[in-house]
């Protein structure tokens, strides 16, 4: 390996190579650009569904959401009439329940404040719920023909490697290069092709593990190839992963379970969801009193709880180990806002978060071998 020279932040890139790359970047994408069906479309509002939905969630899952939420809720005007528990029941399976809800708000927005009229710049976009610089930068550039750039994580591998930039990318300063960056790459070229060829680029080619240099139709112009530092960059920040343990109680009277919902606009992980009564178990705690005043908190009374199984789940850095626990209500008080006592035939009608969701399936197999 070759020694890299040290430095912070890179030159950004002259105005004549940053037309150079650019366009070997957008001839590579006329080629070998993947066909996608948000790509099929200059309509604002479906490349903003596919831009919320490719968050944090690989193509493949994305396209069967994609196209029957557009079916589902065909324009921002029909988003903004459903209700929350629709959106979510359309979203659910594709995770991170917060950007269904953002969407959402952001459509009723859009119609209260802005006579459902387009947004026609980054600030106006920002304003509204869920919607950051990239999204902003995305919908501008595609739909609107804007010359804003829409850096997102495969975007900025790619600058981060193409001019060496060594420093971790979620610090202040590597973001504001990394828009610098893009910026100088959109000069002279079609914004939307170039943000999206940049993009695929990261997706297709120079990927987090083995990068295909060969391919790459930078190659000759990378530092990271030049000085073998491919596989070290981007410098990643290392976080820990969180363990935490949890119980959820299955309170049951006459053949019916107790569901509650989530705030929509709390903190909690599966916001506007449905879910059994659950609670975090600390070492000082035991499950048992966790238990009883989780029972309390729902205007119920139990016994005994039996300890049916454990199950564990994984949400961003957290790992959660579940223990599931069984008792029956002998008291139950006043019917409480948010909650409902449902079959388990019925919790497909309710948008369910998925580790409550396995937790209601493997009941029902339960159920199901003691009948046999």
Known sequence: MTDAPKRSLPELPEPGQA???????VRWYARHRRPLPWRR??????????????QQTQVATVIPYYQRFLKRFPTPQALARASADDVLRVWQGLGYYRRALNLWSACRRLMQRHRGQWPQDRQS??????VGQY???????????????????????????????????????????????????????????????LMELGALVCTPAEPRCPTCPLASECWARQHRRASAIP???????????????????RGRFLLTRSDPSGTDPWPGLWHFPAAT???????????????????CRIGAAQELFGMQYRITRHVVAVRVFQAQA??????????AWLRLSDLCRRPVCAPHLRIARRLGRLAR????
């Not at 000082?284 to 989780?294: D, I, K, M, P």
């Open 19 to 25: 037309h150079v790359l650019a366009e070997k970047l």
């Open 41 to 54: 479309t200059c309509d604002p509002y479906a490349i903003w569904v596919s831009e919320v939905m490719l």
């Open 125 to 130: 976009w920002c304003r509204l719920p869920g």
């Open 135 to 197: 999204t902003a930068g995305a919908i501008l550039s595609q739909a609107f023909g804007q010359k804003v750039p829409a850096v997102d994580a495969n975007a900025a591998r790619v600058l981060a490697r193409l001019f060496g930039l060594q420093i971790p990318l979620d610090r202040s300063a590597a973001r504001r290069w990394l828009v610098q960056a893009a910026e100088r790459l959109l000069e002279r070229q079609t914004p939307g092709e170039c943000n999206q060829a």
């Open 235 to 253: 410098v990643k920040t290392r976080r820990p992963i969180v363990r935490r343990e949890e119980v959820a109680l299955l309170l049951h009277r």
């Open 281 to 299: 178990l600390r070492e000082s705690t035991s499950a048992r009193r966790v238990l009883g005043q989780l029972a309390h908190r729902f205007g």
């Open 330 to 339: 002998h008291r139950v008080g006043d019917r409480r806002e948010g909650t």
């Open 369 to 372: 071998r003691h009948r046999q």
